[in-house]
């Protein structure tokens, strides 16, 4: 089986630019979740998607949105970057289980912000 | 919502000796605990977990342990060795709500 795919790996952007980074889950998975990853502060929560909903949401601003399509495949978008943007962002997938299991990471999408 | 608290940020072992890294969680609620390496460069990947209604989990040399009164729990590695070096994270969820991750220890094992 593949594993999750994130695209694209590096990007670097200007502030007030937004940004789209894409996440392709495990063939079956159908929950996909969303982190920032900065130096110090571990791994953010940004968001959750399963079947296409959000369940669940980090404490980010309005800026940072994210969605899923039917093929569970997600994208997150960045609106207005500022530097403190600059970051990891790693997308994690995980099986249908019914109660709470492992998440498969992505290698991630490393933002720039100048 | 929950709160994850990690310690140490840092820590240096000498090679074959043992390694404790501890967390603390906020919600009593928290019923799932798992524990993720990230090498560097690395995306982070599960080595082991626990659930509420397990005090301790070993898989060879690591071992998870979890005291759900003091509302803390801990990862042990024993024996390390140099690929042990990494930094691990701690997370605790609430059923299906948000895993929320501590801010992660970087572990240095020197040979």
């Known amino acids: 089986k593949a594993g999750v795919t994130q695209t694209p790996r590096y990007l670097i952007k200007t502030r007030g630019q937004q940004v789209t980074l894409s996440c392709s889950p495990i063939s079956g998975h159908r929950s996909v979740s969303w982190y920032q990853q900065t130096p110090g502060q571990g791994l953010q929560f940004l968001f959750e998607?399963?079947?296409?909903?959000?369940?669940n949401k980090g404490n980010f601003p309005g800026r940072f949105s994210g969605r899923q399509f039917s093929n569970s495949r997600s994208e997150m978008n960045v609106s207005t970057l500022e530097l403190g943007d600059s970051a990891l962002y790693l997308c994690?997938?995980?099986?249908?289980?019914?109660?709470?299991?492992?998440?498969?990471f992505g290698e991630g999408s490393r933002l720039t912000v100048l | 919502g929950e709160n994850v608290e990690q310690h140490p940020s840092t820590l240096s072992v000498q090679e074959g000796d043992s390694a404790v890294i501890k967390c603390t969680y906020s919600?009593?609620?928290?019923?799932?605990f798992p524990w993720y390496k990230q090498e560097l460069g690395k995306r982070p990947q599960l080595i082991i977990d626990i659930r509420s209604n397990v005090g301790e989990k070993k898989d060879q040399r690591i071992a998870v342990t979890l005291n759900k009164t003091a509302k803390h729990f801990s990862l042990h590695i024993t024996e390390t060795q140099p690929e042990d070096s990494a930094v691990y994270f701690c997370?605790?969820?609430?059923?299906?709500?948000?895993?929320?991750f501590g801010t992660g220890t970087r572990l240095t094992i020197i040979p």
């Open positions: 997370a605790a969820i609430v059923g299906n709500e948000k895993l929320t």
């Open positions: 919600d009593s609620a928290s019923n799932y």
């Open positions: 998607y399963f079947s296409e909903t959000q369940r």
């Open positions: 994690a997938s995980s099986p249908p289980t019914g109660t709470t299991g492992e998440l498969f």
